[in-house]
């Protein structure tokens, strides 16, 4: 008897998967545990192992397609059995928009629900908002008549072509053709998840970024201090941030925010990300709960989480739900930056190297000083310049002087 393969729920807040790359192919035989597929969501990627033995008798979702959980991806069998295949309406729906692409109400109807509502992935609503699509005019090649990113961007080149119907300059550019000693590789998974974030984020949230200089030798020494005591953990000045941060947003509730169309969510929890620079790229893991953890409890979560994050084992639980990013560059002798906002949160904090600079103190002597840089990144849709001041200000008076965080 045939055995349905389906987009499994791999987080609490996984709507939906994108099909990376299919490890094996129709007719392959099949064993318990074997790789079947391999899945990305949001920027991990995860292998699906097959729970059922037999013949990959139908790939129902192809690659790089959003496919919802619980949404078929593919059914095994006995070699040679027959099986119903429920992607046939798509299939059918699609060959009848290539036949009439200018009747625009049958289309409707394949991606509309009957109460009114478009039947459209994440993915393809940021996409039509980006190039400028109407969704209601589409029908969808996915599951159910759902549309997808791939239906949108076709959507985006036949109005193009319309519009623009010698382009023969652009596609001819010498430029894009790699030379016979250039190193051609294919975009991972994950650089594409990367890719569309960011050019979503910048497209979306209109950045601006503030940049303050912070004497941290209280901060250095009370490190210094902690390490000392505590001869089984070494705290480093993420760990640190990461308090303060989480501090200083249950103070400023507004930062540990984000936006929808027509409202802004401040959220109760005040969960932290912590950016990990990966070979492949970045990754945030998530601290939970920040400002109710003490800096034990942080240290040892933030030292499971980056090292998940480096074997590729974290959860897409830990790696969702954040409410604020910290970006540490300071390892990299990086003085300061521009950081991109990771939506839908509404801003990031930068973080610089520390340097033993000449400072004048109160007293007009000029001694010297561990000096940091500090860039906070707000969405200037939810948070004013004067607020975002506000909070980086509470952050740098915590540096200076950590007992300010318990005044």
């Known amino acids: ?173 010498p430029a894009v053709q790699p030379a016979s000693a250039d190193i051609v590789k294919p975009l991972s998974n994950m650089r594409k998840v990367i890719g569309k974030r960011m050019q979503a984020s910048k497209q979306n949230a209109p950045h601006v970024t503030l940049t303050t200089e912070v004497n941290v030798d209280k901060t250095v020494a009370l490190r210094s201090k902690l390490n000392a005591k505590n001869a089984d953990v070494r705290f480093s000045y993420t760990d640190i941030l990461v308090k303060m941060a989480a501090t200083a947003l249950r103070n400023h509730p507004i930062i540990n925010s984000s936006i929808t169309d027509d409202s802004i969510i401040i959220h109760d929890r005040i969960n932290v990300g912590v950016a990990v620079a990966l070979d492949e790229g970045l990754i945030v893991p998530v601290v939970r709960d920040a400002d109710r953890k003490g800096l034990k409890a942080i240290k040892a979560e933030t030292k499971d989480l980056i090292s998940k994050a480096r074997s590729n084992t974290l959860s897409p639980d830990e790696m969702s739900g954040a409410t604020f990013t910290i970006s540490n560059l300071g390892g990299y002798d990086i003085d300061g930056f521009t950081p991109v906002i990771n939506l839908p949160e509404c801003c990031i904090l930068g973080v610089g190297r520390i340097v033993r600079k000449p400072v004048i103190n109160e007293n007009d002597e000029i001694v010297p000083a561990s000096m940091m840089v500090l860039s906070l990144s707000f969405d200037h849709r939810i948070v004013d310049g004067a607020t975002a001041a506000e909070f980086l200000k509470d952050i740098k008076s915590y540096l200076e002087d950590p007992d300010n965080m318990y005044v």
């Open 1 to 173: 008897m045939a055995t349905e393969v389906r987009m499994p729920q791999l987080g609490l807040t996984m709507e939906e998967g994108t099909i990376g790359k299919w490890i094996k192919q129709e007719g392959d035989k099949v064993n318990v545990g074997d790789v079947l597929v391999e899945i990305t969501t949001d920027k991990l990627s995860s292998e699906i192992e097959s729970e059922a033995e037999g013949v990959l008798l139908k790939i129902v979702a192809q690659e790089g397609e959003d496919i919802p959980v619980k949404g078929l991806i593919a059914i095994i069998g006995e070699e040679g059995e027959k099986v119903d295949v429920p992607d046939a309406p798509a299939a059918k729906e699609e060959v009848k928009t290539e036949a009439a692409p200018k009747t625009e109400e049958a289309p409707k109807a394949a991606a509309v629900t009957e109460s009114g509502r478009i039947k459209a992935s994440p993915l393809a609503k940021k996409t039509a908002a980006d190039l400028g699509v109407e969704l209601a005019g589409l029908s969808g090649s996915g599951t159910n008549g759902r549309i997808i990113q791939k239906d949108v961007s076709e959507a985006a080149e036949n109005q193009k072509s319309q519009a623009a119907p010698a382009p023969a300059p652009v596609q001819a550019a």
